[in-house]
């Protein structure tokens, strides 16, 4: 819910979208450490949008056994029939478009964003849904949401560019090094849902298995020796291109593309990398803003 | 220009786009051979579109130095501003929505498939252009184009379809052997901007390395180990999509798989490649009415 303090934000009310008063039952399946999921709940939170949390075991994965889709986040939204929606940037594409306009269903909404199969260079079939980045909104509500027009496509181009570039940043920096890896693997299992005997092995054999995967993951993506210059670039490149004119890419406003950067960049709270990235970086007033607007808007 | 040969066909010549009264200039930057700049001329054939053709010389490339991005095909549109389209798909997208739909200009329309940079899993930056198979329709729009509502998601899937997967079973079968690799840069050469000697060395050169590379690409794409296989069964996978209700996928007239489709196989028009599928698979129907459909549009 959000709250009025000033009358500066009194004006800023106008630009949140309508709450949908209880219609729209949501349930998450999630790691709660996996970046994809927290930038859902970045968006759920910051929209007001209430929903339960299902944490699954990363082992078994029995909590969603009843999908063929066999990743996280799942969203399973209810608006009057259930629905299932996958892949993280089309849950907020979707929902972000329902909010915006009630013209079509949730699952109307949902076919604009069709999962395609292809094959990439190597040969793998993969799964891509199309449009995924896009809000299917008409040109009255276009010029609601973006008055200013660059932004969309701004908005866009940045919330690919988390997905594609600076998630794959995370492991190799929270993995780093054999202690910073095993202090991750503290927090996945603490904040996780692992069984007692499971979390201990999990916690030890995940600490250097993945020591040794982040390793293949670094060179995978041709990141420096020091992993850190790469985060540290990204970010700064992020601040850069919010600009000094702004508060947040979307204006006095987060937008789409500061959700997914604040929700990726959040997994790695409490981390090493983290207290770096705050030290060595230009993100820290943006990030605060970032949790002040999440805080407000989930009061 | 649309002809009317009967009662039914009457009926039919309400679902083609209007055709802008030359107010469209385009220029079409091509290799006459490659598929990709195909399917553009499969599609403004269709569409009636008048335009002029620069072939590009493949070795310099001279023709379009004046562009930063360095592939073929580019279509230089002036409507009213010249403009630069990038890539067939957006090319296609843009154009079929404008002619649509006039509320935008074709540089707005544009700029809603932006190039966005991404880095692939073997850490290659690539440029990949967003929503590049959506058209930018309002609702009316989309019933009027779509009055089957799960076309355009098909629709969507099969152009995927054609670029991703169709395409690369082009060249591992017209270079499968020494003496095919020979009788397609005969063609390549005959058909293309090469200079004497320079087509010359083409041809012989260009067999020999195209012969090897075909190699590997049939690797690098899991082909088996007869690439005709591969062929013929994408071919009547197709078939099957359509299935037997449908003239096209389109319906009554071709849709932009379809043209997608078309514009791809047409590329081995006169090679043994092109022969041995339209005997050992169902194709031959359906790409005779395409033939005669772009033939119509284009009388």
């Known amino acids: ?31 709660k450490t996996c970046p994809f999921c927290s930038k859902v709940r970045a968006f759920l939170d910051y929209h007001g949008l209430p929903y339960e949390i299902v944490e699954v075991n990363p082992i078994m994965r029995k909590e969603i056994k009843f999908s063929s889709y066999r990743k996280v986040p799942i969203l399973l939204a209810d608006a009057g029939s259930p629905l299932q929606l996958n892949d993280s940037s089309v849950i907020i594409s979707a929902i972000k478009t329902y909010l915006i306009s009630k013209r079509n269903s949730l699952e109307e909404i949902v076919s604009f964003y069709p999962p395609m199969k292809t094959v990439t260079e190597q040969g793998k079939e ?40 600076l998630v794959h940043l995370i492991s190799p920096n929270v993995y780093r090094t054999p202690k910073e890896a095993l202090a991750s693997f503290d927090y996945i299992v603490r904040e996780g849902k692992f069984g007692t005997v499971e979390g201990f092995f999990a916690k030890y054999l995940g600490a250097i298995a993945m020591f040794f995967i982040s390793k293949r993951l670094k060179k ?13 670039e990204a970010v ?36 090493e990398a983290f207290d770096d990235m705050m030290v060595h970086t230009k993100i820290q007033p943006w990030y605060q803003r970032m949790e002040e607007a999440i805080q407000r808007a989930a009061a």
């Open 126 to 165: 993969v799964l891509e849904y199309g449009n995924k980045y896009w809000l299917m909104l008409d040109e009255k509500e276009t010029k609601r949401v973006y008055p200013v027009k660059e932004v969309r496509v701004e908005e866009m181009q940045w919330r690919k560019w988390a997905d594609d570039w």
């Open 1 to 31: 819910m959000f709250i009025l303090f000033s009358r500066k934000q009194k004006l800023l009310v106008f630009f949140l979208p309508q709450l949908p008063a209880g219609n729209l039952q949501l349930t998450l399946y999630q790691y």
């Open 236 to 271: 700064d490149k992020w601040v850069k291109a919010i600009g000094k004119n702004r508060l947040f890419m979307g204006g006095s406003q987060p937008n789409l593309a500061d959700l997914a950067v604040y929700g990726v960049l959040r997994v790695m709270e409490g981390l």
């Open 220 to 232: 995978r993506h041709h990141l420096r020796d020091d992993v850190r210059e790469d985060l540290y």
